[in-house]
């Protein structure tokens, strides 16, 4: 049982290249959520997720964008990055909500 | 939407006690979260309120009243292990959204 797991750990982009961070839990959890945590602003919800097929946008949704074709995954996709999205992101799930949300290791992203 | 205030920044002795207040404004409540986060780790889950009262696992308590939107964590027998910031947490939209505020950064000195 690895809980969330969540890969890279660390990544330096270029201004305007793609890529997406990954991230897979064993847990069979219905509900899935990604943030970004930036010095002083605390933890922002991206993007959230109720089930496969299922996806809504939270505070702060541009530049990312999210599927959930399995229960298992929810990858992040930054199409064209800015410097703006350097930052520290997270990937948690539930099985419910209220049992609490158990979160990844992290991704460090740096865009210059 | 939500709104959550806590403190930024506070420093006990180890030892003593500490309590870390969170204020919040919210529509929907689902319940209250408190979160440790260890400086370059992910959070990890301390507490979860939804009714009126005290909660209590070990030296750490948390506390609810949903008609004055306040949530206080009460860490009792400070450790220098208890360094690091505390996050207090609404869940909201029937369980699928939880949100946080800034986080208390706790300094525990000898």
């Known amino acids: 049982n690895a809980g969330v797991t969540q890969t890279p750990k660390f990544q330096v982009l270029k201004t305007g290249q793609s890529m997406t961070l990954q991230c897979a839990q064993d847990?069979?959890?219905?509900?899935m959520s990604w943030y970004r945590q930036d010095p002083g602003m605390g933890l922002r919800l991206i993007h959230y997720?109720?089930?496969?097929?299922?996806?809504d946008q939270g505070e702060v949704p541009n530049g990312y964008n999210v599927s959930r074709s399995t229960t298992e995954d929810f990858p992040l996709r930054l199409l064209s990055a800015a410097p703006s999205q350097t930052s520290v992101y997270f990937c948690?799930?539930?099985?419910?909500?209220?049992?609490?949300?158990?979160f990844g290791s992290g991704t460090r992203l740096t865009v210059v | 939407g939500q709104n959550i205030d806590q403190p930024t920044e506070m420093t006990a002795t180890e030892g003593a006690i500490v309590q870390i207040n969170c204020t919040y404004q919210?529509?929907?409540?689902?319940?209250l979260f408190w979160y440790q986060q260890h400086a370059g780790e992910a959070p990890t889950f301390l507490s979860y309120?939804?009714?009126?009262g005290l909660e209590e696992k070990g030296r750490f308590s948390s506390f609810l009243s949903r008609s004055k939107g306040y949530s206080y964590l009460l860490l009792k027998e400070l450790q220098m292990k208890d360094s690091a910031s505390y996050l207090c947490?609404?869940?909201?939209?029937?369980?699928?959204?939880?949100?946080f505020g800034t986080g208390t950064q706790l300094k525990v000195e000898l």
């Open positions: 997720s109720v089930g496969a097929g299922i996806t």
């Open positions: 309120n939804v009714l009126d």
């Open positions: 847990m069979n959890h219905e509900y």
């Open positions: 919210t529509s929907g409540f689902n319940g």
């Open positions: 948690a799930s539930s099985y419910s909500g209220y049992n609490g949300y158990t």
């Open positions: 947490a609404i869940l909201t939209g029937g369980g699928n959204k939880l949100t």
